[in-house]
């Protein structure tokens, strides 16, 4: 009989993880609500900003009946509890937000680009581009320019930009510092490039509906966190 390594906490991508076609799996949160039974912890890690915590929490998440103990937003530059309780926040430096729009503002088939002007915060700088291959080279090429300030990810046909050093990765790395855990005790899983950070340093699961290069780079799958939570309590 297979013995599981233990493991303690599920850090999981939202948008085409968790939650599918705009909705989250009753099957899902019946896990999940096992798995948190059980002394363990759940949440979310995903691309998004505070918006996340202050409507999609209340309105998508609370109605699906889903619980969560951490919440790391803007590509892990914002961690915070369920409650919307801060515990890390990082912000890119002005010159360097300044710096990116300059450079976005050069790339002609740039469909929206942060601006300095509009004020808020710099956790994470934005662009969006008409296809997901595109939004990929782009991102190659800013990684290429300020590589040393920024890392740039790509989520669909979004780049989100966060300081150097930010990363989904070192979100779940702090989650689990947070809670006292050794590393080997966290499963992470997501479906697409901006995941990709947190599913090589940690123990990835790629969703079977996920980007298939992304799970032949990681080579293992699930189809859904709910299953993943069950085969290892």
């Known amino acids: 009989m297979e013995i599981k390594p233990k493991k303690t906490l599920i850090a999981s991508d939202y948008d085409g993880t968790i939650r599918i076609d705009g909705k989250i799996a009753p099957s899902d949160v019946a896990a999940l609500k096992a798995w948190r039974a059980s002394g363990r912890y759940f949440g979310i890690v995903t691309g998004r900003g505070r918006d996340f915590i202050n409507t999609i929490h209340q309105y998508e998440i609370a109605e699906a009946g889903l619980e969560l103990d951490f919440v790391v ?9 369920a409650d919307g309780n801060e515990w890390f926040s990082s912000e890119i430096d002005e010159a360097d937000f300044a710096a990116l729009e300059t450079l976005f503002s050069k790339i002609p088939d740039t469909i929206a680009y942060s601006r300095v002007a509009d004020g808020g915060s710099r956790q994470q700088y934005y662009a969006r581009y008409e ?12 990684n290429g320019v300020m590589g040393d300030k920024i890392e740039a990810f790509v989520n669909y046909w979004h780049i989100n930009i966060t300081r150097r050093g930010i990363s989904k990765a070192s979100g779940v790395s702090a989650v689990l510092a947070h809670y006292g855990l050794p590393e080997e005790e966290g499963i992470v899983v997501g479906d697409d490039w901006n995941d990709l950070s947190m599913l090589t340093a940690h123990d990835g699961y790629v969703m079977e509906r996920g980007i298939p290069a992304i799970q032949e780079k990681i080579g293992k799958t699930t189809p859904s966190v709910g299953e993943l939570a069950k085969s290892f309590m």
């Open 73 to 81: 937003m803007n590509n892990g530059a914002l961690i915070t509890d």
């Open 131 to 142: 296809t997901p291959e595109r939004a990929l080279e782009v991102a190659a090429y800013i």
